[in-house]
């Protein structure tokens, strides 16, 4: 049984995470799935619950900067992006310190880290109360839409972990965006709640990685994030039995039902509404799920990139 915790019963999760049990919590991102990242046990056990593939590793939070100096190695770049994005939804790939303690299968057994520090004041609260690093990928099955309410976790985790820290809605609605400074490049491994434009601002140009290599990040899978219904994307007409995701104050009609990701057009407000208008529409009563274009720039581009791999079959 999973038990729904309120936000004032920080202290119970954090005793959960420090005995090893899995435990999902809000950032300003997307619920995380806790676990103890210096448990191999704990680790694994986030694979299990989420029927993740070993080989896509998974994300550590920290609740201050400077904890990650004891864990990965930190040249100027990452200190620069550290200093100007954390706390918030920017992840960096880091080299492991020699004295790491994080579990290798939190890496997927490579010589890397991804590493980040959350915004959300609660999950800072429960980082600092449990003391140790927190691999948390997204709270849901594998490959399935992220979720962005206790509810949503309970609806994909129930009976699988032993409590969710309910923090409401969470405010970004999108994951991180992870970028890699493994190498002489800078690599965007993922697009997310900070644009690459701003990254590009402080260190140049970046890069995507090569194709065919294994995940580097999480979120690097061609399927991802996938709803049931199929997908159909840079709708700008509507099918019989389709539902609507639109974009902007004028949609077709024809739709079943029609949700507004925004109808300012606003990508941020489309960012947060995306995986739970998602799960709203993907039902059996309609055939198949239309979302109309999204502009390919800013959060824009994170908007896509989810999409993109959520309709790939």
């Not at 809000?26 to 993740?52: C, M």
């Not at 024809?254 to 941020?268: F, H, I, N, P, Q």
């Not at 529409?281 to 502009?295: E, G, L, Y």
Request: aromatic letters at 4%; one cysteine or more.
């Amino acid at each position: 049984m999973t038990i729904r915790l309120a936000a004032t019963a920080l202290e119970q999760a954090a005793a959960l995470l420090r005995a090893g049990e899995l435990v999902a919590f809000p950032t300003e991102t997307v619920y995380g799935l806790g676990g103890d990242a210096t448990n191999d046990e704990s680790v694994a056990a986030i694979f299990a619950a989420k029927g993740r593939p070993r080989f896509n590793p998974l994300i550590v939070h920290l609740s201050r900067a400077d904890e990650a100096e004891k864990i990965a190695q930190i040249d100027s770049r990452a200190a620069l992006l550290m200093q100007r994005f954390w706390p918030g939804p920017l992840s960096l790939v880091l080299r492991r310190a020699p004295q790491c303690k994080v579990s290798l299968l939190a890496s997927a057994g490579l010589d890397t880290l991804a590493l980040r520090v959350p915004s959300h004041p609660l999950a800072i609260e429960l980082l600092r109360s449990v003391g140790r690093p927190i691999a948390a990928p997204s709270a849901n099955r594998s490959g399935r839409i992220s979720p962005t309410t206790a509810d949503h976790v309970l609806s994909e985790l129930g009976g699988r972990i032993a409590a969710v820290l309910d923090g409401g809605p969470c405010r970004v609605g999108i994951e991180s965006t992870v970028i890699d400074l493994t190498g002489k490049t800078p690599l965007v491994l993922r697009q997310g709640g900070v644009a690459a434009e701003e990254v590009e601002a402080l260190l140049g140009p970046l890069a995507a990685p090569a194709g065919g290599e294994a995940p580097r990040a999480p979120g690097m899978l061609a399927s991802h994030y996938a709803p049931n219904l199929p997908l159909r994307l840079d709708a700008t007409s509507v099918e019989a039995g389709e539902a609507l995701l639109a974009f902007g104050p004028d949609s077709p009609s024809g739709a079943k039902e029609t949700l507004y990701l925004s109808k300012s057009r606003d990508v941020r407000e489309a960012a947060a509404n995306l995986f739970t208008m998602l799960r709203a529409v993907d039902r059996a009563d309609f055939t198949a799920i239309a979302v109309m274009p999204i502009p390919e720039q800013g959060l824009g581009r994170a908007i896509n990139d989810r999409l993109r791999r959520a309709a790939t079959r």
